[in-house]
T-cell receptor, first 112, second 114 residues
């Protein structure tokens, strides 16, 4: 079946450091890919998405590129801030099906 | 406008009791999803509704779990004869329809089974 694998956390970085959170997927067909974020004490919210190969999703300085050849959707940010501390989830969804399939989540902690 | 709301926000129950969790989707959203977030299992899909019907209920872990949606709006997730392994945060999400990419999540119900 379809699945998503993320790098394990927690990830601890200093402010202004470069961030990469790896995400790979296994799926039939061509799913859409997502990064969701869960800030402390808040609900899950969409950070960015890409719906086809080579698409780049971006938001709030975060980017991820849909790589079909490597079945990956790695999340990157050039300079993290303390306010980026959260749990990040990679997910996939088939266009014709409703459900999101999530990775295990990666906790990010950014220290000043 | 109002987002997805869930009630109660916290529920503590004793093993063997039944519980009902409620979800109010965003007005006009025809698709509604239930997920479960637990330490050992991460974020798991349970069931989704398009209107009042459930095209995919493949994630329900056992026949103790059921869900319904009436009037194309509010949904109730019922867990019968709760077990300790049912302890988790139950998340509800909605979207304009099931083909729409973004799902909008509620704050969740934290269920603790003693």
């Amino acid at each position: 079946g379809d699945s998503v694998t993320q790098m394990e956390g927690p990830v601890t970085l200093s402010e202004e450091a470069f961030l990469t959170i790896n995400c790979t997927y296994t799926a039939t067909g061509y799913p859409s890919l997502f990064w969701y974020v869960q800030y402390p004490g808040e609900g899950l919210q969409l950070l960015l998405k890409a719906t086809k190969a080579d698409d780049k999703g971006s938001n709030k300085g975060f980017e991820a590129t849909y790589r079909k050849e490597t079945t990956s959707f790695h999340l990157e940010k050039g300079s993290v801030q303390v306010s980026d501390s959260a749990v990040y989830f990679c997910a996939l969804k088939h266009n014709q099906g409703g459900k999101l399939i999530f990775g295990q989540g990666t906790e990010l902690s950014v220290k000043p | 406008g109002a987002g997805v709301s869930q009630s109660p926000s916290n529920k503590v129950t004793e093993k063997g009791k039944d519980v009902e969790l409620r979800c109010d989707p965003i007005s006009g959203h025809t698709a509604l999803y239930w997920y479960r977030q637990s330490l050992g299992q991460g974020l798991e899909f349970l069931i989704y509704f398009q209107g009042n019907s459930a095209p995919d209920k493949s994630g329900l872990p056992s026949d103790r779990f059921s869900a319904e949606r009436t009037g194309g709006s509010v949904s109730t997730l019922t867990i019968q004869r709760t077990q300790q392994e049912d302890s988790a945060v139950y998340l509800c999400a909605s979207s304009p329809d099931s083909s729409y990419n973004e799902q909008f999540f509620g704050p969740g119900t934290r269920l603790t089974v003693l």
